[in-house]
């Protein structure tokens, strides 16, 4: 398996910012890495319901994460704001391959980068279901 390389900001049109949490740190002195993932989901999601196209309580169909992958170049450390480059890889049917880098600070490449699928189901039955409308305008806008 080649390791990937760095992704620059340059190849993003979104960016969400994140601060660092003192609870993100373990004992090593840097964000642990299953905070990461919380970041990537915290990008895409806040992001689809500041845009109005999801309500977590009320939305009657929803994202669910189906698969997620990360790979690590550099730590991110407390206190300290990641920004997140979010955009669309694949916009299948019914899911949404993301491609989230996240930037400690200001930098220009990615101290972490990775992929987060999303399957649009509905809220009952948990079963896929087309992404269209709204969702799909403002997905394909980071495509």
């Known amino acids: 398996m080649t390791r990937p390389t760095p992704l620059t900001r340059d190849v993003f049109r979104l960016f969400r910012s994140i601060p660092t949490r003192w609870m ?3 004992i090593y002195g840097h964000v ?4 990461y993932l919380s970041y990537f989901d915290t990008a895409v999601n806040g992001w689809l319901i500041e ?3 999801l309500d977590p ?3 009657e169909t929803v994202f669910l994460v189906v698969e997620t992958q990360c790979a690590y170049f550099s730590e991110l450390t ?4 990641v920004t997140a480059g979010v955009r669309v890889a694949r916009l299948g049917g019914s899911s ?3 491609e989230i880098a996240l930037f400690a600070g200001e930098e220009h490449a990615a101290s972490a980068q990775g992929r987060f699928v999303h399957v649009q189901v ?3 039955t948990r079963r896929p279901v087309p992404i269209d409308g709204e969702r799909r305008a403002l997905l394909s806008t980071i495509l």
Not at 32 to 35: H, I, Y
């Open 96 to 98: 949404v391959t993301y």
């Open 51 to 53: 845009e109005g196209v």
């Open 24 to 26: 993100d740190v373990d």
């Open 57 to 59: 309580r009320g939305s």
């Open 122 to 124: 509905d809220r009952s």
């Open 78 to 81: 407390f206190p300290g704001t």
């Open 32 to 35: 642990n890495n299953v905070e």
